[in-house]
């Protein structure tokens, strides 16, 4: 078996110092003051004996793994992934890599997850909670380990997230389809007391109250989306003619909707208008297009990457918490106007 070059092996075949070595490595060659032509010898020679250092030496040495570890609650899922892609471009870019791990909504799955890779002395967290994990992120807190919440939060644990105002832009979405005349707006939702999808129904409930109309909320338990979902959205739409509207509270919730209304033969808008929190590739391809609340995953993924990285390169214990609200993006499209419908 080949013998594995160490950072000694390099500097005794260039008759060297490990401390050049190390510091011509690290990129510390012109902050030491070493020249350019030493440099450029000893990075050629490193790339021809396809040197690669000892990941867990320097970590040891450095304090940083230069690891960051990606919490979400399903990388299939359009929103959490393009999340996902993000963090990863701007982390690289930081020097830093990404591990990720889909929670499902298990907090028992999630707090698997966090220990194992605290094990593994991940430099940070990037954590989107599911419930019953406040025990874990308050240990997470007091260990000092860099962590940032987004798209939900816990309202009595002060940490680092990035959100968008679920309330605000869900409450904008249902008036715009009151605006447009529709009277009998029902709300498809989760079964869910995390904070995004309960400022969601706040919002929703909030327009309606506004203007005197009466509020229709189907909810769905997360786990049982691919089960139920359909079933339930067509039960809702059978019991209650008189509903000229849905609004779904998430986007994988208002493809299972538009399922429904296919197999119904209902006509977007003329039947029934439709919006869904969350934008989706496909619904601008719809006919016709789907209105949508989007979510800014570029604007978001750079704040989280920001807030993560001045924790771990400036630790300071008394740092005060950073709560980042992003605005959210109302995509109009066809779903919710229709110039050949009748009111009444």
């Given at each position: 078996m080949k013998k594995k070059v160490s950072i000694k092996d390099i500097a005794s075949h260039l008759n060297i110092s490990i401390t050049t070595v190390s510091l011509i490595l690290n990129g510390k060659s012109k902050e030491v003051g070493l020249s350019a032509v030493l440099t450029e010898k000893v990075l050629k020679y490193v790339d021809e004996i396809g040197y690669k250092p000892n990941l867990l030496a320097k970590s040891l040495?450095?304090?940083?793994?230069?690891?960051?570890?990606?919490?979400?609650?399903?990388?299939?899922?359009?929103?959490?992934?393009?999340?996902?892609?993000?963090?990863?471009?701007?982390?690289?870019?930081?020097?830093?890599?990404?591990?990720?791990?889909?929670?499902?909504?298990?907090?028992?799955?999630?707090?698997?997850?966090?220990?194992?890779?605290?094990?593994?002395?991940?430099?940070?967290?990037?954590?989107?909670?599911?419930?019953?994990?406040?025990?874990?992120?308050?240990?997470?807190?007091?260990?000092?380990?860099?962590?940032?919440?987004?798209?939900?939060?816990?309202?009595?644990?002060?940490?680092?997230?990035?959100?968008?105002?679920?309330?605000?832009?869900?409450?904008?979405?249902?008036?715009?389809?009151?605006?447009?005349?529709?009277?009998?707006?029902?709300?498809?939702t989760l079964e869910s007391a995390q904070t995004q999808m309960s400022d969601r129904l706040t919002g929703y409930l909030d327009a309606l109250q506004e203007s005197g109309l009466a509020p229709r909320v189907t909810k769905i338990v997360y786990a049982k989306v691919e089960q139920d979902a359909v079933r339930e959205i067509a039960a809702l739409i059978k019991n209650n003619p008189q509903i000229d509207a849905l609004f779904f509270g998430t986007s994988y919730l208002t493809l299972k909707g538009l399922e429904v209304l296919k197999e119904m033969g209902m006509s977007v808008p003329r039947d029934i208008g439709v919006v869904s929190f969350d934008d989706h590739e496909v619904f601008k391809l719809f006919t016709p297009g789907i209105t949508a609340v989007a979510q800014p995953v570029a604007k978001m993924s750079e704040e989280l990457v920001n807030l993560l990285l001045e924790q771990i390169d400036n630790k300071v214990e008394e740092r005060a918490k950073k709560q980042i609200v992003v605005p959210a993006i109302l995509h109009i499209r066809s779903s919710t106007i229709d110039q050949n419908r009748v009111f009444i």
């Open positions: 040495r450095t304090g940083k793994t230069k690891i960051i570890c990606l919490l979400i609650e399903n990388i299939a899922d359009p929103f959490f992934s393009s999340i996902a892609g993000f963090v990863e471009e701007l982390a690289n870019l930081r020097g830093y890599k990404i591990i990720y791990g889909s929670t499902k909504n298990d907090p028992d799955k999630t707090r698997e997850l966090i220990g194992l890779f605290k094990d593994r002395h991940v430099d940070g967290f990037i954590i989107a909670p599911s419930g019953g994990l406040e025990n874990d992120i308050k240990s997470l807190l007091s260990d000092n380990i860099p962590l940032v919440l987004f798209d939900r939060y816990y309202k009595t644990i002060d940490t680092d997230q990035v959100v968008i105002d679920n309330r605000h832009s869900t409450y904008q979405a249902v008036k715009l389809l009151i605006d447009q005349q529709y009277r009998n707006i029902a709300f498809v």
